[in-house]
């Protein structure tokens, strides 16, 4: 498995911007596709970016489309969520996550197919 841990949460005004980090141990960060999943209080974790090992492939959650930019640098065991433009709706704990498999080439959009998990990462957006 790969241990994570995220930073770059804090509290922003609406319209504001975060870059958030993620930062892996182990050899085997850059087999694994990645993704950011957030969790507001009393709603089910959700995904909101995710990037395959290679780069080839991203996917963005509807709601954050053209606001929010996921990347990763595999020489620094790295990914980070760019966030812009950010709305009181985008309030939530975000989390990284590791696909349980390796080398997968399209991105896995439910929960079930992550394995690794950072601890979580405050992200609070005032009106």
């Known amino acids: 498995q790969v241990q994570l841990v995220e930073s770059g949460g804090g509290l922003v005004q609406a319209g504001g911007s975060l870059r958030l980090s993620c930062a892996a141990s182990g050899r085997t960060f850059s087999r694994h596709a990645m993704g950011w999943f957030r969790q507001a209080p009393g709603r089910e974790r959700d995904l909101v970016a995710a990037?395959?090992?290679?780069?080839?492939?991203?996917y963005y959650a509807d709601s954050v489309k053209g606001r929010f930019s996921i990347s990763r640098d595999n020489a620094k065991n790295t990914m980070y969520l760019q966030m812009n433009n950010l709305k009181s709706e985008d309030t939530a704990v975000y989390y990284c996550a590791a696909d349980r498999l390796i080398w997968r080439m399209v991105v896995a959009t439910t929960a079930a197919a992550y394995d690794s998990w950072g601890p979580g990462a405050q992200v609070t957006v005032s009106a």
């Open positions: 990037i395959t090992w290679s780069d080839g492939m991203t």
